[in-house]
C-alpha cells in the first residue's frame, strides 16, 4: 500500500501513469475518499500521470489529534510532492480540495501549472452551521449527518436516477472516521480567503453547479472575479459535479489543463 511517511503524518496516495507524462493531482473533498475522482481516471489518463491522495484523517491516511487548518492540509500536498519527487504539476481539488487550492495558488504558485477550483468557496457557510455539524456527528457519528449530506451533493433527478451510485457516495461518507471528519470540519470551518484571492498567481478554472447548494454559483463567480484571469465554468450538476455531470466535467477541465 503506497504511503508516504511525512513529518507529522502518512497520507495514502495512488500515482499511475507513465513518467514521461504530465502530472496532475486530486484533492478529495470533505468526508469522501480519492475514490471519488474514479470518474475521472479513464479520461485523463489518456493525458496525465494522475495522483490522487486521502487528505490527512480520511481514507487511509493517518489521523492525528484535534483541528487542522488548510494551510496544514495544504503543507501535506507540498510534502507529498517533495516525497514524490514532482516538481510542477497541475492540480484539481474539489469543495476542501478547492479550498487547499487556493492556499497552494496563493503561497507556492511556483509549484503548480494550473489550478481547477471546483465547486469551492472562498469562506464556507456560519460558524453556527459547522457547530451544528460537528456536534451531530460528536451525538451520532456519521450516520447521523450522512444523509442529509448526500442530499446537497446530488440533485434529486440525479439520485432517482443514480441510486447505486448515490447509494456508494452515503456508504463512502458514513464510513469516514469521525475524528478526521471533524477534524477536517474544523480546517473548512476557519477557513477564510476572501481578502487573499488576489494572491493567487497560477492560471485557475473555477468550476461550479448551478444546483450546489453547498457552494452555490454566487461563490464561484466570487472567486473567478478575484482571482487574477480565473476562468469560469457552470455545469448542471450540484455539489460532486465531477460525479454527476462527468463528461461535461472531464471536457472542461480537460481542455483548461490541455490549452
Not at 503506497?2 to 486530486?26: K, N, W
Not at 484523517?57 to 492540509?73: C, E, K, V
Not at 433527478?157 to 451510485?165: C, L, S, T
Amino acid at each position: 500500500m503506497p504511503i508516504a511517511q511525512l513529518p507529522d503524518a502518512h497520507i495514502y496516495y495512488e500515482l499511475r501513469g507513465a513518467d514521461s507524462l504530465p502530472a496532475v493531482m486530486f484533492s478529495n473533498s470533505l468526508g469522501t475518499t480519492l475514490e471519488m475522482w474514479d470518474p475521472q481516471l479513464a479520461t485523463f489518463s489518456e493525458h496525465f500521470r494522475i495522483l490522487r491522495y486521502d487528505t490527512r484523517g480520511h481514507g487511509r491516511s493517518s489521523i492525528a489529534p484535534g483541528d487542522y487548518t488548510i494551510a496544514q492540509l495544504a503543507n501535506d500536498a507540498i510534502s507529498l510532492l517533495d516525497f514524490l519527487r514532482l516538481d510542477r504539476i497541475s492540480f484539481c481539488g474539489l469543495s476542501m480540495g478547492g479550498a487547499i487550492g487556493m492556499q497552494l495558488g496563493a503561497h507556492t504558485p511556483h509549484r503548480f501549472h494550473k489550478l481547477v477550483l471546483c465547486n469551492t468557496a472562498a469562506k464556507f457557510g456560519t460558524n453556527d452551521t459547522w457547530q451544528a455539524r460537528i456536534q451531530g456527528v460528536q451525538a451520532g457519528g456519521m450516520k447521523a449527518v450522512a444523509g442529509s449530506v448526500v442530499e446537497r451533493w446530488y440533485t434529486p433527478a440525479f439520485r432517482d436516477a443514480q441510486p447505486i451510485e448515490t447509494q456508494a457516495t452515503l456508504a463512502m461518507l458514513e464510513s469516514a472516521n469521525p475524528q478526521g471528519y471533524l477534524s477536517n470540519c474544523a480546517a473548512v470551518r476557519d477557513f477564510d480567503f476572501r481578502n487573499s484571492l488576489h494572491r493567487v498567481r497560477v492560471p485557475s478554472l473555477v468550476l461550479t453547479g448551478t444546483d450546489d447548494p453547498v457552494a452555490p454559483p454566487a461563490e464561484a463567480h466570487f472567486l473567478a472575479d478575484h482571482i487574477p484571469g480565473a476562468r469560469y465554468a457552470e455545469l448542471s450538476a450540484a455539489h460532486l459535479s465531477n460525479v454527476e455531470a462527468r463528461d461535461g466535467f472531464n471536457r472542461h477541465v480537460l481542455n483548461f489543463l490541455l490549452s
